[in-house]
């Protein structure tokens, strides 16, 4: 163990020093309740997941030989990556006249739309993001595979956590699936190279998150997990952990107070989310607002030699089902109309429950806020059809989609909602039942697949 004093931060106004002594230790937090408890020794990955001794949630925690697989899909997606976005992704054939597409050709359709807000989305979500998580796994799973350390590292891999839930390159796939069947009657569809790397990419980019193990990977980075505050006699404190949500080190309450930020990798912490129910009622309480105007204008209008025909979310569902396509009608009415619905009135059972002190449930409430911080990226798939839709059809007097008025709220919907759910403490949950327990003598193993 060694002592060591912090560089100085300021907090409320303040500069202080904060010393503690770091080490590791076989201690984990649960995610979602908080609790501390010890980690026991459980055998190969495949056979064995960790589970929280309070709220059964599972514990992420992996074993066995992670660097050569991630490192290996890693590359692999790099170099699809690259091929995806050099190439024809789609090509749309209606009679003698034939329109080809890149993967961005439907953000530089929302520009020439003057959909500029719209555009910065889609391009962060389907670019930019997605090659920043590839070149930032590149910089730390390939020199951690040949066991050297490289500068900002450690920085690096906490933005490359918060950054994660913006990327969406699965739900951009559904939206190609759902284009492809709405186009299919309409015109001829040609598969460029591009589409075929990009299906490959989110399959291998899944793969490499399924694979790594952020934990040991921190471990590597920073060996101390534990941070425990003294006093000014250099006495060790006596005092609740609190784990930090980006490298899941524990950190003394003390040092959180008077420093404010986790002494490993330098993310902000707080016992508690602040003004959490705050927040995610006001970001909720937007959403809702919004939602209307999302759902009364048009979402996209067509202009062919036929005239124009503008179509809301609803109708565009109706358009489906009345062509027979039961199976894409339900995928887009779940996700664009009943998945904002639910969270949001999810958003606002969680928060009016936590403020009243509710005890009952809380496992199931803990279910429902999972349920909606994981759903909630999905409902961006309307966007992404009309975005890809903007790219394809444009083939001047004889056909040309254009983005409606309704995209950008029910966008504004989705991110609205996204940070709603992250603004809101699952911890709050559980401490309306009172303060966690001792340290459990260790979480629970069963026989079930371990979710790195």
């Given at each position: 163990m060694t002592f060591f004093t912090s560089s100085p931060k300021t907090v409320s106004g303040t500069v202080r020093a904060t010393t503690f002594e770091h080490s590791h230790q076989d201690l984990m937090a649960c995610d979602e309740c908080g609790q501390v408890q010890n980690v026991p020794l459980v055998g190969a990955c495949a056979q064995k997941v960790l589970t929280c001794v309070r709220?059964?949630?599972?514990?992420?925690?992996?074993?066995?030989?992670?660097?050569?697989?991630?490192?290996?899909?890693?590359?692999?997606?790099?170099v699809l990556f690259v091929i995806s976005n050099c190439f024809v992704f789609l090509g749309l054939d209606v009679g003698a006249f034939h329109h080809e597409a890149n993967l961005l050709s439907g953000v530089w359709g929302l520009i020439h739309s003057d959909n500029i807000p719209l555009a910065i989305l889609v391009f962060v979500t389907i670019f930019l993001f997605p090659l920043f998580e590839l070149m930032a796994l590149c910089y730390l799973v390939l020199p951690c595979y040949f066991g050297v350390r490289l500068p900002f590292q450690i920085t690096l891999l906490r933005w490359l956590i918060k950054a994660a839930p913006w990327s969406m390159l699965e739900i951009f796939l559904l939206a190609v699936l759902v284009t492809s069947v709405k186009l299919g009657d309409m015109a001829t569809i040609v598969l460029g190279v591009s589409i075929v790397a990009f299906f490959a990419l989110v399959a291998v980019l899944g793969a490499a998150y399924w694979c790594i193990n952020k934990r040991d990977l921190w471990a590597w980075l920073h060996p101390n997990n534990c941070f425990v505050g003294h006093d000014e006699q250099g006495h060790k404190l006596t005092e609740r952990l609190y784990d930090c949500d980006v490298c899941h080190a524990l950190v003394g309450e003390s040092i959180i107070v008077h420093h404010g930020f986790c002494p490993r990798c330098d993310n902000q912490l707080h016992t508690r989310k602040p003004y959490s129910l705050q927040k995610t009622l006001a970001y909720t309480v937007a959403a809702i607002i919004l939602y209307f105007p999302a759902n009364i204008l048009p979402v996209m209008?067509?202009?062919?030699?036929?005239?124009?025909?503008?179509?809301t979310i609803f109708s565009g569902v109706a358009v489906l089902i009345a062509h027979g396509l039961w199976g894409i009608a339900a995928v887009v009415f779940i996700a664009s109309l009943v998945v904002p619905v639910a969270k949001l009135v999810i958003l606002i059972y969680l928060v009016w429950?936590?403020?009243?002190?509710?005890?009952?449930?809380?496992?199931?409430?803990?279910?429902?806020?999972?349920?909606?911080?994981?759903?909630?990226?999905?409902?961006?798939?309307?966007?992404?059809?009309?975005?890809?839709?903007?790219?394809?059809?444009?083939?001047?007097?004889?056909?040309?989609?254009?983005?409606?008025?309704?995209?950008?709220?029910?966008?504004?919907?989705?991110?609205?909602?996204?940070?709603?759910?992250?603004?809101?403490?699952?911890?709050?949950?559980?401490?309306?039942?009172?303060?966690?327990?001792?340290?459990?003598?260790?979480?629970?193993?069963?026989d079930k697949p371990c979710n790195l």
């Amino acid at each position: 163990m060694t002592f060591f004093t912090s560089s100085p931060k300021t907090v409320s106004g303040t500069v202080r020093a904060t010393t503690f002594e770091h080490s590791h230790q076989d201690l984990m937090a649960c995610d979602e309740c908080g609790q501390v408890q010890n980690v026991p020794l459980v055998g190969a990955c495949a056979q064995k997941v960790l589970t929280c001794v309070r709220c059964a949630q599972p514990l992420a925690l992996g074993q066995g030989p992670w660097r050569e697989k991630t490192a290996a899909l890693v590359i692999t997606g790099l170099v699809l990556f690259v091929i995806s976005n050099c190439f024809v992704f789609l090509g749309l054939d209606v009679g003698a006249f034939h329109h080809e597409a890149n993967l961005l050709s439907g953000v530089w359709g929302l520009i020439h739309s003057d959909n500029i807000p719209l555009a910065i989305l889609v391009f962060v979500t389907i670019f930019l993001f997605p090659l920043f998580e590839l070149m930032a796994l590149c910089y730390l799973v390939l020199p951690c595979y040949f066991g050297v350390r490289l500068p900002f590292q450690i920085t690096l891999l906490r933005w490359l956590i918060k950054a994660a839930p913006w990327s969406m390159l699965e739900i951009f796939l559904l939206a190609v699936l759902v284009t492809s069947v709405k186009l299919g009657d309409m015109a001829t569809i040609v598969l460029g190279v591009s589409i075929v790397a990009f299906f490959a990419l989110v399959a291998v980019l899944g793969a490499a998150y399924w694979c790594i193990n952020k934990r040991d990977l921190w471990a590597w980075l920073h060996p101390n997990n534990c941070f425990v505050g003294h006093d000014e006699q250099g006495h060790k404190l006596t005092e609740r952990l609190y784990d930090c949500d980006v490298c899941h080190a524990l950190v003394g309450e003390s040092i959180i107070v008077h420093h404010g930020f986790c002494p490993r990798c330098d993310n902000q912490l707080h016992t508690r989310k602040p003004y959490s129910l705050q927040k995610t009622l006001a970001y909720t309480v937007a959403a809702i607002i919004l939602y209307f105007p999302a759902n009364i204008l048009p979402v996209m209008t067509m202009n062919t030699l036929m005239g124009e025909r503008s179509d809301t979310i609803f109708s565009g569902v109706a358009v489906l089902i009345a062509h027979g396509l039961w199976g894409i009608a339900a995928v887009v009415f779940i996700a664009s109309l009943v998945v904002p619905v639910a969270k949001l009135v999810i958003l606002i059972y969680l928060v009016w429950s936590v403020s009243q002190g509710h005890t009952a449930g809380m496992k199931q409430r803990l279910w429902l806020f999972k349920m909606t911080e994981w759903v909630g990226r999905w409902s961006m798939v309307d966007v992404f059809v009309v975005t890809l839709l903007t790219g394809l059809v444009q083939f001047g007097f004889l056909g040309t989609i254009t983005p409606g008025g309704a995209l950008l709220p029910f966008a504004a919907v989705v991110v609205f909602t996204m940070l709603a759910a992250h603004a809101f403490d699952p911890r709050l949950i559980w401490d309306a039942a009172g303060a966690q327990e001792p340290i459990f003598m260790g979480a629970r193993a069963s026989d079930k697949p371990c979710n790195l």
